[in-house]
């Protein structure tokens, strides 16, 4: 935000809109949002676009290109939503942003990069003005985001690396990720997201459980607290839950492999089972 333009990279998740819109509107302080961005439409990065856009009807909302037509025409089983058992209301857009475009906020210059390997139609953008880079689930502090075409019978890993080295060849000072703090160790966040991805490449059966689990802890982000038989039936319709499964762990039934899931998550203190109850944590 400056003086000129509000600009609001990424909504985050629809179950965290209302929070999302309290924070935007302390920040504003009585201005209008100008502009959304969306690095890539994951509902953790997209689900806050349809509330703040009923707040703010001019506000425009650029995205990738590869995805535009599915919006368009919206489409939840094409976009993923339904195969990651994810919601996201339906939101309209402007425009796309596309790789090698160049926009001004103020008095800063921001680059727009393809970013593929999480998602195929991942950008990240980074202002040489200031050096940040905003780098989505591309590069987090401590790794990166699921490698979704790995499980979408198609190639990521190696997109995820090509996209590492683009992040070190801009030399940023500051990154803003998607998930947790911005930090300027980057070549400490890189060492080891390389470092993780090695072992993903080792072990695609690791990566699918991790997918397994953060698909599983994100529909929990959501509810909170659901009753097992009715997460159950939510797992049921996940067909990237079934994908992993069918792939990877078919030596288990679905059933035995979603309290499998359950438990792991429990040795790892996010979630807890309470009277019949998968509770987050």
């Known amino acids: ?20 819109l309290a924070l935007l509107m302390d920040k504003l302080q009585g201005r209008n949002l100008d502009v959304i961005i969306n690095t890539h439409l ?14 703010f009807p001019f506000v425009q909302t650029r995205i990738p290109p590869g995805q535009a037509k599915l919006v368009r025409n919206w489409d939840s089983q094409a976009l993923g939503y339904i195969g990651t058992g994810q919601d ?33 139609h991942s950008l990240i953008l980074f202002s040489p003005t200031c050096g940040i880079c905003i780098t989505a689930d591309a590069l987090w502090e401590n790794g990166f985001g699921v490698v979704f075409p790995e499980i ?9 690396g090509a996209t590492l080295d683009l992040i070190e060849s801009l030399q940023p000072s500051t990154i ?3 998930h947790g703090a911005p930090f300027q160790d980057v ?3 890189l060492k080891r997201a390389r470092a993780r991805l090695k072992r993903f490449m080792d072990s695609p059966k690791n990566h699918a459980l991790y997918a397994a689990k953060v698909l599983v802890k994100f529909k ?8 097992i038989q009715v997460f159950f039936e939510w797992a049921d319709t ?44």
């Open 220 to 227: 929990l982000l959501e509810l909170q607290k659901v009753k």
């Open 1 to 20: 935000m400056d003086d000129s333009q509000c600009v609001l990279v990424d909504t985050g998740y629809s179950a965290h809109a209302q929070q999302t």
């Open 176 to 178: 803003f990720p998607g």
């Open 42 to 55: 994951h509902s953790d990065h997209c689900g806050g676009n349809a509330l703040l856009q009923n707040n």
């Open 152 to 160: 979408e019978d198609s190639h990521g890993f190696s997109e995820v």
């Open 88 to 120: 996201c209301p339906v939101f309209s857009i402007t425009d796309t942003l596309l790789p090698g475009d160049v926009f001004q906020i103020g008095a800063q210059t921001w680059q727009t990069y393809s970013a593929p390997g999480h998602d195929p």
């Open 187 to 189: 070549q400490s966040a």
């Open 238 to 281: 996940a067909t990237h839950l079934h994908n992993i499964h069918n792939t990877y762990f078919r030596d288990l039934s679905f059933l035995d492999w979603l309290n499998f899931i359950c438990e792991e998550l429990m040795r790892s203190d996010v979630a807890k089972i309470d009277s019949g109850f998968l509770i987050n944590q």
